[in-house]
């Protein structure tokens, strides 16, 4: 059963402000969303839709009343059998070019392309002409892209530059047909008939240039399991769009929950948003049926959604430096904006060690002293060092050192087996008065052992002789 929500009676109804907010609230949270527009969503943009009262069929019949019987019957292919609603049409149809080229999208295209920002619309479906979604964002059929990545059948020419000529009533020749007839006449060929240009609409019982590429777009849609579908702006009697909602409707009845008391109850919701209500054959189809302007509608759901889940819209903005200042007070730019993932949650604050009373420092450098092993640095005269300790001698000289040991240094000491003489000449010099002068005399010695002690010179006898008389 389908479920009617006045919008304007929300302030003085409690139930259907909640029932509101709980579709707002679906909105909010679910990730795949189809959408599927009519003409009702650009009426406030001065775009008139079809059907109502002021609508594009009672225009017509308004402005063409002994032409025209029915208003449908110019959107209809059988139009091109008569050059009277042929011109019709073309006149029309170049006048509300011209009001769309001057009017601007309005705030429910723009809350299309809000769901697809905010990673949420799987696919917008639309049966307008007037390509203000693609001016307000989304990429369409109509787009650039689609023209020139498109092939054969698929690759749409949305280029007017005929408009005067449609206004008069008349056709222009297409320029390609022209081009090949005057190619066969200048080769004295048969000529050709030169066809005429139409408008970049479909209408009534004409195939759609793009329909495979749909039902494969379709197809492919139904598999990733939409979970909600909006219905806007339209009165659901094309036999196309009517087929597509209830497939959609279909699978997306099938991910909602069994049981509303069971948990993310804001799945599997179809709602349709329109000023009149649907018809018969939609009970059990649609769920919801929102009555008011569509523009009012989407405002209200982006409130709540902005009240109800605020981590959504925060943005967290990169600058960077320009015209080369690194300085705070240059001039800055937004690089970046990249949505908040913290989701409300409270950053967790890494835990600090206590800080102690006590202050540690890293021991201060000792200078460098570049020395031998076997030579130390000479005290200052006068100053006499005092021999090592054992212990220190045994850190400084190892056991197996000559130095280490007295012995050993009388063993491998090279003075051993020298004579005297010998000696005198490698260490001493004579000197003026006769005696030998040692040159490293001022010395110390530097070994870590006590000197040996020298030996007393033997005792001799000394004769005395008398002088002879």
């Known amino acids: 059963m389908t479920i ?25 949270k679910c990730k795949k969303i189809v959408v599927v527009t009519g003409a009702g969503i650009s009426c406030s943009s001065g775009i008139p839709d079809f059907r109502s009262s002021d609508g594009l069929y009672a225009m017509v019949k308004e402005k063409y009343p002994d032409v025209i019987l029915k208003g449908r019957d110019l959107f209809d292919a059988s139009l091109f059998r ?38 949420k ?13 693609a001016r307000a964002g989304l990429l369409g059929s109509a787009s650039h892209e689609a023209q020139t990545d498109g092939k054969g059948k698929s690759k749409i020419r949305a280029k007017e530059d005929h408009i005067d000529l449609f206004l008069e009533g008349l056709a222009p020749e297409c ?12 080769r004295s060929a048969r000529s050709i008939k030169v066809g005429s240009l139409r408008p970049a609409i479909v209408l009534y019982d004409e195939p759609h240039p793009l329909g495979d590429d749909i039902a494969t777009i379709q197809t492919a849609d139904l598999s990733r399991k939409p979970d909600m579908l909006i219905i806007m702006g339209t009165s659901l009697k094309v036999h196309g769009l009517k087929k597509l909602v209830k497939e959609f409707a279909k699978t997306v009845h099938s991910v909602a929950p069994s049981s509303p008391a069971k948990a993310k109850k804001w799945l599997g919701k179809v709602v349709f948003v329109n ?19 569509t523009d009012a509608w989407v ?30 007070s240059g001039n800055f730019k937004v690089v970046a904006a990249t949505k908040n993932k913290t989701k409300g949650r409270i950053p967790k604050i890494p835990k600090r060690r206590p800080a102690t009373t006590k202050k540690t420092f890293p021991p201060l450098p000792t200078p460098m002293v570049l020395s031998t092993p076997d030579v130390a ?58 005696e030998s002068v040692d040159p490293f005399s001022d010395l110390v010695d530097l070994s870590m052992s006590s000197p040996p002690k020298a030996k007393p010179p033997p005792k001799t006898r000394r004769t005395v002789r008398a002088a002879p008389l």
């Open 4 to 28: 009617t929500l006045d919008f304007a009676a929300q302030k003085s109804d409690f139930s259907t402000r909640h029932a509101l907010s709980d579709l707002s609230l679906s909105v909010a």
């Open 82 to 119: 008569d050059p009277t609603s042929t011109a019709v049409f073309h006149t029309f149809i170049a006048q509300l070019k011209q009001s769309i080229d001057a009017a601007e999208p309005g705030p429910t295209h723009h809350f299309i392309q809000t769901l697809d920002s905010k990673k």
């Open 121 to 133: 619309l799987l696919r917008s479906y639309t049966q307008n002409i007037d390509g203000f979604e």
């Open 175 to 186: 320029p390609e047909c022209l081009q090949r007839a005057e190619a066969r006449i200048a």
């Open 275 to 293: 000023r009149t209500p649907p018809g018969a054959e939609w009970a059990g189809i649609i769920d919801y049926h929102v009555a008011g302007e």
């Open 299 to 328: 405002e209200k759901v982006i409130e709540d959604w902005k009240k109800m889940r605020p981590s959504d819209w925060e943005v967290q903005q990169t600058l960077v430096v320009t015209d080369g200042d690194v300085s705070m």
């Open 377 to 434: 640095s000479l005290p200052p005269k006068g100053i006499a060092t005092p021999p090592l300790s054992p212990s220190k001698r045994r850190q400084t000289n190892s056991h197996y050192t000559v130095e280490s040991s007295p012995s050993k240094r009388r063993t491998f000491s090279p003075m051993k087996g020298l004579e005297d003489s010998v000696r005198g000449l490698l260490f001493t010099q004579k000197s003026g008065g006769g």
